[in-house]
């Protein structure tokens, strides 16, 4: 299985970016996939989830409203668009794949090698 993030880079403040994820290797569909971030000195925390069965988005509260998870199942893709970047939104983006689409990181068997997002105030 093979999970290849990318999309990250610099942005200033109240910017854009794109994240997308391609998945090898397993059945994309019945898998939730997930953004996790982990910022310089912090623990890896949850982002979002779209799950393969229903409720299928959830969001941490920080990113509510500005960042919209999405998957394509034809193309074994999942995005995060992020809109209003923040400063405090710098971190490196992982995504995972599970079968249960927990918002703990324990819950996803393959992870992706992370994508640096950098947001200059």
């Known amino acids: 299985v093979q999970l290849q993030a990318s999309g990250g880079g610099l942005v200033q403040a109240g910017g854009s970016l794109r994240l997308s994820c391609a998945a090898s290797?397993?059945?994309?569909?019945?898998?939730?996939m997930a953004w996790f971030r982990q910022a310089p000195g912090k623990e890896r925390e949850f982002v979002a989830v779209?799950?393969?069965?229903?409720?299928?988005?959830d969001y941490a509260d920080s990113v509510k409203g500005r960042f919209t998870i999405s998957r394509d199942n034809a193309k074994n893709t999942v995005y995060l668009q992020m809109n209003s970047l923040k400063p405090e939104d710098t971190a490196v983006y992982y995504c995972?794949?599970?079968?249960?689409?927990?918002?703990?990181?324990?819950?996803?068997?393959?992870w992706g090698q992370g994508t640096l997002v950098t947001v200059s105030s």
């Open positions: 290797g397993l059945t994309f569909s019945r898998y939730s």
């Open positions: 779209v799950r393969w069965s229903g409720p299928f988005i």
């Open positions: 995972a794949a599970g079968r249960v689409g927990t918002n703990d990181v324990r819950g996803y068997e393959y």
